[in-house]
T-cell receptor, first 120, second 115 residues
């Protein structure tokens, strides 16, 4: 079946502009995660959605970052007033559900291809 | 101390050998453990998950978990040049009853398999 899709694959923007990144999870997956991968920081968690709710936004770096999810499916990550330090690959992952699938079991996450953001 | 630590490598092994990748974690509440493979310029691809102590085998891959020693390892048998990639260890940490699967990653180990 179709995997996680993300768009655009590449985005170059000028410092100070706003950008929107889109994620379309695997059909039927209720949990959706955003991560960011940069050379200096590795792969870091940003936000988690269960359905349309975001129980954990603790990884968002600043209030310039926001995300929403509609219809329990597509999610959009918005970065306002972009800065050069926002340059990274933004990865979306989805899983069948959030939380555990049983004692000691966690639903597996599958990643999309990512959006490479470059802020000039 | 980082929550999840991996030797960054590079680890170089000859084709056909066994590649051994190691990962340690600091939080004893860690519940679930994953290995992802990431080719250069690509996104992480899940290759193994392990939840209980012991070994789990899947084809050429074997994951080993030792919760008492807080380490998880990945063995790749009969290594192929196509296995050359960065291998990421990821764990979920029990958030006190609200664990929802948030992954914490190590920095990754670069593996090179040479013919």
């Amino acid at each position: 079946g179709a995997g996680v899709s993300q768009s655009p694959s590449n985005k170059v923007t000028e410092k100070g502009k706003d950008v929107e990144l889109r994620c379309d999870p695997i059909s039927g997956h209720t949990a959706l995660y955003w991560y960011r991968q940069s050379l200096g920081q590795g792969l870091e968690f940003l936000i988690y959605f269960q359905g349309n709710s975001a129980p954990d936004k603790s990884g968002l770096p600043s209030d310039r970052f926001s995300a929403e999810r509609t219809g329990g499916s597509v999610s959009t990550l918005t970065i306002q007033r972009t800065q050069q330090e926002d340059s990274a690959v933004y990865l979306c992952a989805s899983s069948l559900a959030g939380g555990s699938a049983g004692p000691g079991l966690t639903y597996e996450q599958y990643f999309g291809p990512g959006t490479r953001l470059t802020v000039t | 101390q980082k929550e999840v630590e991996q030797n960054s490598g590079p680890l170089s092994v000859p084709e056909g050998a066994i590649a051994s990748l190691n990962c340690t974690y600091s939080d004893r509440g860690s519940q679930s453990f994953f290995w992802y493979r990431q080719y250069s310029g690509k996104s992480p691809e899940l290759i193994m998950s392990i939840y209980s102590n012991g070994d789990k085998e899947d084809g050429r891959f074997t994951a080993q978990l030792n919760k008492a020693s807080q380490y998880v390892s990945l063995l790749i048998r009969d290594s192929q040049p196509s296995d050359s990639a960065t291998y990421l260890c990821a764990v979920t940490i029990d958030a006190g009853g609200t664990s929802y699967g948030k992954l914490t990653f190590g920095q990754g180990t670069i593996l090179t398999v040479h013919p």
